[in-house]
């Protein structure tokens, strides 16, 4: 029986699961069909990622300001309020948009159905209900009052809130985390006035606690990320625009962590008036809800709010290549991937090359451009509202073309149009990934170790990885690999690359069937029709040793996230290895190393990296990526050419990678870029006009120029 298995013929397994024979005693693991991933016959994809515009048909809603859009799941979108900036009419309506069907619908609704509103904010709460929080209606009366809406009953309800109510207000932000609705600034009073506190409502207790003095903001937006409320965007009491980023640590606070304690006196003496029970609005108002309207009495002025408790930091941009001018274009502040994301779409008067989708890096507090605006943003579109699904792994803008049909001259502009955006094909992992991959265990379940970036099975079976079995490991499979320095070039540019195994293979890696059998999918098909390697034990990937190496140690910790801490003979894959096992995820049909490979190489795109990210991408056929990592060379030209990477490319990557430059596109230099203070990769347009006075200084990690404003600031940023 044995013998007839190991006589089995490559060609009777599936194409994914061939071998071709390479000695007496070692087999090939041979490249998928699918990859082509021998370097004598590339197939590189020029097409890039373009997301899709659709059309809405139905009772589409006119393009309605200051209205709620909220995505519900189910491929469903509901809209709520907003006023008609033709008509100045404020609605009540409730829309739904089946993203399906590309169909707009007007919801019957029942219940206490709240009045007209704009400026309010709808959060989805327990995937089933829309918990709406203030506004102002058609009389300018700013509200305080909390409704529910059902999406399966389509039906109203007014919940009994205990405690004393925050100011009424519009333009604010609003964030469920752990049963709690946080509420922070927005616009209040009869001039306006912008807020600078923060509170919460229990949503186990409907109670509200006190506010608390925190930033002053409107029109900005708020997340949760690490037990931290982050604020972005937005305008400030001065009516400007801001990039600056504001965060207050919840966890360990009790004020945060506790139920919000019950109304008593010392409480209501924060007003000037004790009697602050719900008010009806203004001779003839119209009332929030169909009983009562909670509105901003002229004596509900509060005096002097302590601080908001736990740390409170704020991070100010004083230079940045990648930043978004906040000045330019509307822009979108959402949160997804451990990263704010700030889409810049396009205006009236505004060039294609300034608009862009850029992230910032929660973590790492770092900027990076995703994408060109004329990658993903039509011109001839204006959007006004986005919604992400709760995973962030998909957006949606909606917006309307911007010139009307002139056959219709009075005609108004609708929401009748949809950009669909797929943003892990831009390199995000979505939020349940991203938790996953970034996770720290603080003890492993080996309790005698240090903490680990993996998780604590992880952390064990890396002590296992790579050691001998007379060592005590278990390992029963041995795996090798092409050396890392084997890219032997013909005249032609080509790498030949041997799909028998070379005389001079790597040293062996000593691995357990059983972990790569439940790892791998394609080894365990291959180890399932008990090949040759069934019995010999030996398999050899013409791969690098070093990517091949990483990706093992993958199939072991389930991480490829950086760390500086060893727990085995096997650090935590560099850069390098984690561009090679891009292209070997795709060989295998692996998409969630696929994922994380992509998200980290575009998470660390740098200088030495850029040009072997490129060739890597273009192999692995990652055209988004393929795409971002040739506009980075083309940026930092001078200084790409004179990494390794860059000249261990192959002569079609080289010719490739400088075709992807504009036709009429030219080297400039240094002094010339110098002249307009444009070194660091910015638009010229933006800093040509460098404030007089300003200091610029090399960068020693990424070596760019940067303005700072003293010796004092550190990485073009100020943190408080």
């Given at each position: 029986?044995?013998?007839?298995?190991?006589?089995?013929?490559?060609?009777?397994?599936?194409?994914?699961?061939?071998?071709?024979?390479?000695?007496?005693?070692?087999?090939?693991?041979?490249?998928?069909?699918?990859?082509?991933?021998?370097?004598?016959?590339?197939?590189?994809?020029?097409?890039?990622?373009?997301?899709?515009?659709?059309?809405?048909?139905?009772?589409?809603?006119?393009?309605?300001?200051?209205?709620?859009?909220?995505?519900?799941?189910?491929?469903?979108?509901?809209?709520?309020?907003?006023?008609?900036?033709?008509?100045?009419?404020?609605?009540?309506?409730?829309?739904?948009?089946?993203?399906?069907?590309?169909?707009?619908?007007?919801?019957?609704?029942?219940?206490?159905?709240?009045?007209?509103?704009?400026?309010?904010?709808?959060?989805?709460?327990?995937?089933?209900?829309?918990?709406?929080?203030?506004?102002?209606?058609?009389?300018?009366?700013?509200?305080?009052?909390?409704?529910?809406?059902?999406?399966?009953?389509?039906?109203?309800?007014?919940?009994?809130?205990?405690?004393?109510?925050?100011?009424?207000?519009?333009?604010?932000?609003?964030?469920?985390?752990?049963?709690?609705?946080?509420?922070?600034?927005?616009?209040?009073?009869?001039?306006?006035?912008?807020?600078?506190?923060?509170?919460?409502?229990?949503?186990?207790?409907?109670?509200?606690?006190?506010?608390?003095?925190?930033?002053?903001?409107?029109?900005?937006?708020?997340?949760?990320?690490?037990?931290?409320?982050?604020?972005?965007?937005?305008?400030?009491?001065?009516?400007?625009?801001?990039?600056?980023?504001?965060?207050?640590?919840?966890?360990?606070?009790?004020?945060?962590?506790?139920?919000?304690?019950?109304?008593?006196?010392?409480?209501?003496?924060?007003?000037?008036?004790?009697?602050?029970?719900?008010?009806?609005?203004?001779?003839?108002?119209?009332?929030?809800?169909?009983?009562?309207?909670?509105?901003?009495?002229?004596?509900?002025?509060?005096?002097?709010?302590?601080?908001?408790?736990?740390?409170?930091?704020?991070?100010?941009?004083?230079?940045?290549?990648?930043?978004?001018?906040?000045?330019?274009?509307?822009?979108?502040?959402?949160?997804?991937?451990?990263?704010?994301?700030?889409?810049?779409?396009?205006?009236?008067?505004?060039?294609?090359?300034?608009?862009?989708?850029?992230?910032?890096?929660?973590?790492?507090?770092?900027?990076?451009?995703?994408?060109?605006?004329?990658?993903?943003?039509?011109?001839?579109?204006?959007?006004?509202?986005?919604?992400?699904?709760?995973?962030?792994?998909?957006?949606?803008?909606?917006?309307?073309?911007?010139?009307?049909?002139?056959?219709?001259?009075?005609a108004e502009e609708y929401l009748s149009d949809?950009?669909?955006?797929?943003?892990?094909?831009?390199?995000?992992?979505?939020n349940k990934l991203t938790l996953e991959s970034?996770?720290?265990?603080?003890?492993?379940?080996?309790?005698?170790?240090?903490?680990?970036?993996?998780?604590?099975?992880?952390?064990?079976?890396?002590?296992?990885?790579?050691?001998?079995?007379?060592?005590?490991?278990?390992?029963?499979?041995?795996?090798?690999?092409?050396?890392?320095?084997?890219?032997?070039?013909?005249?032609?540019?080509?790498?030949?690359?041997?799909?028998?195994?070379?005389?001079?293979?790597?040293?062996?890696?000593?691995?357990?069937?059983?972990?790569?059998?439940?790892?791998?999918?394609?080894?365990?098909?291959?180890?399932?029709?008990?090949?040759?390697?069934?019995?010999?034990?030996?398999?050899?990937?013409?791969?690098?040793?070093?990517?091949?190496?990483?990706?093992?140690?993958?199939?072991?910790?389930?991480?490829?996230?950086?760390?500086?801490?060893?727990?085995?003979?096997?650090?935590?894959?560099?850069?390098?290895?984690?561009?090679?096992?891009?292209?070997?995820?795709?060989?295998?049909?692996?998409?969630?190393?696929?994922?994380?490979?992509?998200?980290?190489?575009?998470?660390?795109?740098?200088?030495?990296?850029?040009?072997?990210?490129?060739?890597?991408?273009?192999?692995?056929?990652?055209?988004?990526?393929?795409?971002?990592?040739?506009?980075?060379?083309?940026?930092?030209?001078?200084?790409?050419?004179?990494?390794?990477?860059?000249?261990?490319?192959?002569?079609?990557?080289?010719?490739?990678?400088?075709?992807?430059?504009?036709?009429?596109?030219?080297?400039?230099?240094?002094?010339?870029?110098?002249?307009?203070?444009?070194?660091?990769?910015?638009?010229?347009?933006?800093?040509?006009?460098?404030?007089?006075?300003?200091?610029?200084?090399?960068?020693?990690?990424?070596?760019?120029?940067?303005?700072?404003?003293?010796?004092?600031?550190?990485?073009?940023?100020?943190?408080?």
């Amino acid at each position: 029986m044995a013998s007839s298995h190991s006589n089995l013929s490559a060609a009777s397994l599936p194409p994914s699961s061939r071998l071709s024979t390479g000695s007496n005693n070692t087999y090939v693991m041979s490249t998928s069909p699918r990859s082509s991933r021998t370097y004598s016959s590339r197939r590189r994809n020029h097409d890039t990622y373009m997301p899709t515009i659709m059309t809405t048909v139905g009772q589409r809603p006119a393009c309605l300001v200051n209205a709620s859009v909220t995505y519900v799941g189910n491929d469903q979108i509901y809209a709520f309020g907003g006023f008609d900036q033709y008509t100045d009419e404020v609605y009540n309506h409730v829309l739904r948009l089946d993203l399906q069907a590309k169909q707009w619908s007007l919801v019957d609704n029942y219940g206490d159905i709240p009045g007209v509103r704009m400026g309010h904010t709808a959060c989805l709460w327990q995937n089933e209900k829309l918990l709406v929080f203030g506004g102002e209606n058609e009389h300018r009366s700013h509200l305080a009052d909390v409704i529910i809406f059902d999406l399966k009953t389509a039906h109203w309800t007014s919940p009994e809130v205990q405690g004393v109510p925050p100011r009424g207000r519009a333009r604010h932000s609003a964030v469920i985390h752990e049963d709690k609705l946080f509420v922070s600034g927005g616009m209040t009073g009869q001039d306006n006035a912008v807020l600078d506190d923060i509170c919460y409502l229990d949503l186990k207790t409907w109670t509200w606690s006190r506010p608390w003095k925190f930033v002053p903001r409107y029109d900005h937006s708020t997340w949760i990320w690490r037990d931290r409320l982050w604020v972005s965007g937005g305008m400030t009491e001065d009516m400007e625009r801001t990039s600056d980023i504001w965060w207050l640590d919840l966890k360990g606070i009790p004020a945060f962590e506790g139920a919000a304690p019950g109304d008593d006196m010392s409480r209501s003496s924060m007003y000037s008036s004790t009697s602050i029970a719900t008010q009806a609005g203004p001779t003839g108002a119209y009332a929030a809800n169909s009983s009562s309207v909670q509105v901003n009495p002229g004596y509900m002025v509060q005096r002097n709010p302590p601080i908001a408790p736990g740390s409170i930091s704020s991070l100010r941009f004083i230079s940045n290549p990648n930043l978004p001018v906040q000045n330019v274009g509307y822009h979108f502040h959402v949160f997804s991937s451990a990263c704010l994301l700030d889409f810049v779409t396009p205006a009236t008067l505004m060039s294609a090359s300034e608009t862009s989708l850029s992230a910032f890096d929660l973590d790492s507090l770092r900027w990076q451009k995703l994408a060109d605006g004329k990658d993903i943003f039509n011109p001839n579109y204006r959007w006004h509202y986005c919604c992400l699904d709760s995973d962030g792994t998909h957006a949606w803008l909606l917006g309307c073309p911007n010139s009307l049909p002139r056959n219709a001259p009075d005609a108004e502009e609708y929401l009748s149009d949809v950009l669909h955006l797929d943003l892990r094909k831009l390199g995000l992992l979505g939020n349940k990934l991203t938790l996953e991959s970034r996770s720290i265990q603080e003890t492993p379940t080996s309790d005698n170790r240090l903490s680990s970036h993996l998780s604590a099975i992880g952390a064990d079976l890396a002590r296992t990885f790579d050691v001998p079995s007379e060592q005590g490991s278990g390992a029963d499979f041995i795996i090798t690999a092409n050396p890392d320095d084997d890219y032997d070039q013909d005249y032609d540019g080509e790498s030949v690359r041997s799909q028998e195994k070379p005389a001079n293979a790597s040293q062996p890696i000593h691995v357990h069937r059983f972990i790569l059998s439940a790892r791998w999918p394609h080894f365990a098909r291959l180890y399932s029709a008990q090949m040759s390697e069934f019995h010999t034990k030996k398999m050899h990937i013409p791969e690098p040793y070093a990517a091949v190496r990483a990706f093992l140690y993958y199939l072991y910790t389930d991480s490829i996230a950086p760390s500086s801490v060893t727990y085995s003979a096997s650090p935590s894959p560099s850069l390098e290895d984690v561009a090679g096992m891009l292209v070997m995820s795709n060989i295998y049909d692996m998409p969630r190393l696929h994922h994380l490979c992509v998200a980290r190489l575009v998470r660390e795109l740098d200088i030495q990296h850029a040009a072997l990210i490129f060739d890597c991408a273009s192999v692995a056929q990652e055209s988004w990526l393929k795409r971002r990592a040739a506009s980075f060379c083309m940026t930092h030209w001078g200084r790409v050419v004179r990494t390794e990477g860059f000249r261990r490319l192959s002569r079609a990557a080289m010719l490739e990678l400088c075709e992807e430059v504009d036709a009429e596109g030219r080297v400039v230099g240094g002094d010339e870029l110098e002249a307009v203070g444009a070194l660091g990769g910015a638009r010229l347009s933006t800093l040509s006009n460098w404030p007089e006075g300003r200091k610029r200084r090399m960068n020693s990690e990424s070596g760019l120029m940067e303005e700072v404003a003293d010796e004092d600031d550190e990485e073009g940023m100020e943190v408080n």
